[in-house]
C-alpha cells in the first residue's frame, strides 16, 4: 500500500445481521487500506449500514445522511456510501434524494464493495441492488483476528414466509442457506483466533437447509456438528419461526450441552384471527404447544418473542388474547413494537389502528413483558449459572459478561479475563442486568 492509511466509519442500523455483514464489509475494505475509525468526523468514508424493517429505522438513513452534510463540505473528498436493506428497497430514491451519496451497495452485494469504491474514485455514483447468483460471503476476504470471546456467523438469508407485515423477503430475498463445510470452516477459524460462543444468525434461521455431506443439512444436525469443534464451549441461534422447529432441533436443546438455554421464537400475536391476518400460518394454541414440546426437551430454557401492537383489523379482544398468550408462556425477555405499514407488503394498504389505542396497547404489552422479565430475573438470584467475560466493567475490578440464559451479568475479578468461562452465583438482580461473585 502506498498511501497512508485511510479511515472508514461505519453506522450500522437494526439487527445482528447487519452487524455481521458491517465486519464484513470492512475487511473487505480492510484489504483496499482503510482501517476503521469510531469517528466520523475523521473518516475518508463513511457507511451507513441501513434498516428498513420499520419506518423510523428507514428515515432515520435520511436525517443522518442530513447531518453529513456539513462533514462533507469541509472534505469533499469524503465517501458517503448507504448500504443495508434501505439501500436494497430504496438505492434509487436515495442516490435522488441525497446527492451527497456517492455509492449505494444493497445487503446482496457487499462482495462488489471495492470496485465500487474504485468506481468512486473515477467520479462515477454506483449503485448496486441486485441478488448475484454467487455467494457474497464466499467472495469477501476471510474474517482477521477477532480479539474477542463471541461472535456472529450468518449461515442463512432471506425469507420465504411472507409475514404480511414484513419487508424481508423483499430486501434480504428467497431464502438461501450457505453449505454446511464453509460454516464449519469459518467457525474452525474463529475458534483458533479465541471465540469461544459464536451466535448463528438468519433471518429464519432454524429454517436453514444447507448443503452438506450426505445431503441437505438442518439446523439441528448443523448445531451437533458445531458442538464437536474442540474450544467452541457456547452455540446460540436466531431469529426462528415456529414453524420451522423440527423434532431434531429441540431434541439438539436436550441433548448438547453446548447449545444454550435461551431461544428467540417470535409469535407476533396471540390471537388467531391477526396471526391469519399476518399470514403467520400457526395459531395461538400450535405456539403453546411447541413451546410445552422446547420445555419438555430442555426445562429450564429461556424463551423470548417479538410482538407487534396495532396491527389493521387488531381489536381489544386480539389485544387480550395477546396479553393472555404472554401471561401463559411467561417470557424471560420480548420486545414489542407498534405496527409500522411497510410500502411494498400486503398489509400496507390496511387502515391501521388509530395511534392513540396501537400506543396504549404497545404500553401494556410492554408492562407485561417487563414484570415477567423482572420475575425471571429475580429468580436467577441464588443460582449457579457459567459467565463468559466479555469486557471490562466500569468499576475498576469488575468483569462484564453474559450467563448461559443472555443476562448480563458484573462480576468482581481482577486481572485481564477477558474470554474466561467461569462459574458464578447470582447474588442479586438489577433493570436489566444480573451481579453475581465467582465460585
Ligand atoms: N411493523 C412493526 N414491527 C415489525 N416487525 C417486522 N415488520 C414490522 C412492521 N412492519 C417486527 C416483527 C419482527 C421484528 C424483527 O420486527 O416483530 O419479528
Ligand atoms: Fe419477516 Fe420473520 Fe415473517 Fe420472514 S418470518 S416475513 S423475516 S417476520
Not at 394454541?285 to 411447541?290: F, I, Q, T, V
Request: overall charge negative.
Amino acid at each position: 500500500m502506498t498511501d497512508a492509511v485511510k479511515k472508514l466509519h461505519i453506522k450500522t442500523y437494526g439487527c445482528q445481521m447487519n452487524v455481521y455483514d458491517s465486519e464484513r464489509m470492512a475487511e473487505a475494505m480492510g484489504a483496499k487500506g482503510y482501517a476503521l475509525t469510531d469517528d466520523p468526523a475523521e473518516a475518508d468514508m463513511v457507511l451507513l449500514n441501513t434498516c428498513h424493517i420499520r419506518e423510523k429505522a428507514a428515515e432515520k438513513v435520511y436525517s443522518d445522511l442530513g447531518r453529513l452534510r456539513p462533514l462533507k463540505d469541509a472534505k469533499p473528498d469524503l465517501k458517503i456510501g448507504v448500504a443495508g436493506c434501505v439501500a436494497q428497497a430504496e438505492g434509487e430514491e436515495i442516490m435522488r434524494r441525497m446527492p451527497l451519496v456517492d455509492l449505494v451497495v444493497g445487503s446482496q452485494a457487499y462482495h462488489h464493495l471495492p470496485k465500487m469504491v474504485e468506481a468512486v474514485e473515477r467520479g462515477e455514483r454506483p449503485v448496486d441492488i441486485e441478488f448475484p447468483v454467487e455467494d457474497k460471503f464466499e467472495h469477501l476476504p476471510e474474517r482477521p483476528m477477532a480479539a474477542r470471546p463471541t461472535a456472529f456467523l450468518t449461515v442463512q438469508e432471506g425469507c420465504d414466509k411472507f409475514c404480511a407485515f414484513c419487508v424481508v423477503p423483499y430486501t434480504r430475498g428467497a431464502e438461501v442457506s450457505r453449505p454446511v463445510e464453509r460454516i464449519l470452516g469459518e467457525a474452525q477459524k474463529l475458534v483458533a483466533k479465541g471465540v469461544k460462543e459464536i451466535t448463528l444468525l438468519g433471518q429464519n434461521v432454524n429454517g436453514y437447509h444447507g448443503a452438506g455431506p450426505e445431503g441437505v443439512w438442518g439446523l439441528g444436525r448443523l448445531v451437533r456438528a458445531l458442538a464437536e469443534i474442540p474450544g467452541l464451549e457456547r452455540i446460540r441461534y436466531t431469529t426462528s419461526h415456529p414453524n420451522d422447529m423440527t423434532d431434531d432441533l429441540i431434541a439438539a436443546h436436550g441433548e448438547e450441552p453446548k447449545l444454550m438455554p435461551y431461544l428467540h421464537l417470535p409469535v407476533q400475536s396471540g390471537s388467531d384471527r391477526i396471526l391469519k391476518l399476518m399470514n403467520r400460518k400457526h395459531t395461538a394454541e400450535a405456539y403453546l404447544r411447541l413451546v410445552e414440546r422446547i420445555r419438555a426437551a430442555r426445562p429450564d430454557i429461556l424463551l423470548s418473542s417479538d410482538f407487534i401492537s396495532g396491527f389493521p383489523g387488531e381489536t381489544e379482544q386480539d389485544h387480550r388474547d395477546t396479553l393472555a398468550l404472554i401471561a401463559a408462556v411467561g417470557y424471560g425477555s420480548a420486545f414489542s413494537f407498534k405496527y409500522s405499514p411497510r410500502p411494498g407488503t400486503p398489509a400496507a394498504d390496511r387502515s391501521g389502528v388509530d395511534a392513540e389505542t396501537a400506543d396504549r396497547r404497545l404500553q401494556e404489552l410492554q408492562a407485561l413483558i417487563s414484570r415477567q422479565q423482572h420475575a425471571t430475573q429475580e429468580a436467577m438470584v441464588g443460582r449457579e449459572v457459567s459467565v463468559l467475560f466479555e469486557k471490562p466493567g466500569r468499576l475498576p475490578g469488575q468483569w462484564i459478561g453474559k450467563s448461559d440464559y443472555l443476562h448480563s451479568v458484573f462480576v468482581a475479578a481482577e486481572g485481564p479475563r477477558q474470554g474466561d468461562l467461569v462459574r458464578v452465583r447470582i447474588t442479586s438482580s438489577a433493570q436489566n442486568s444480573l451481579a453475581g461473585e465467582l465460585l
